[in-house]
């Protein structure tokens, strides 16, 4: 099923509406999906419009917020796993945030229902060089990032 939606565009239902959109981060334009949390019907309520419109209007002052949770977040875990210790080609040393956009693809952004939580709720998934299988997501609540961890974090 499709919809044309106001705000999203041209939806697809396919266990979730989405779309490919493109989108600028740190200075590519890269094409990602768009994921709407809906019913099969194709009605959003308007705490979703509000999150993704708001994300949008303030999307190039966020994304270095992003790289710095993403850094966390990276640093963490390689300590973590003891590879701040002992080499892991695939957990390499990285000194700044700015680093991490060499291991980091955005891959999409997931809007979740209005109802969830109080705040505006996003979801932003990335693709990873240090975990293929998990990837990594961050869950934005009023577009500050609340948790980075595995991609399932952002559903």
Request: with cysteine.
């Amino acid at each position: 099923m499709i919809v044309n939606d106001p705000i999203f565009g041209e939806l697809e239902y396919e266990y979730c509406w989405s779309r490919d959109v493109l989108i600028h981060f740190f200075g590519k334009d890269i094409e990602i999906s768009l994921m709407i949390d809906g019913d099969e019907v194709g009605s959003f309520d308007e705490a979703q419009y509000t999150a993704y419109q708001t994300l949008m209007a303030k999307w190039e002052r966020l994304q270095p917020d992003f790289l710095e949770a993403i850094a966390d977040y990276y640093k963490k875990k390689r300590e973590d796993l003891g590879y701040d210790i002992v080499h892991n080609e695939d957990y390499p040393l990285v000194e700044t945030p700015e680093q991490m956009l060499e291991m980091i693809t955005l891959a999409g952004i997931v809007v979740q229902y209005g109802d969830i939580y109080e705040e505006r709720d996003i979801g932003i998934l990335f693709d990873c060089t240090w975990d293929k299988e998990n990837g990594l997501g961050l869950r934005l609540l009023n577009e500050k990032v609340s948790v980075a961890g595995y991609q399932e974090e952002a559903f």
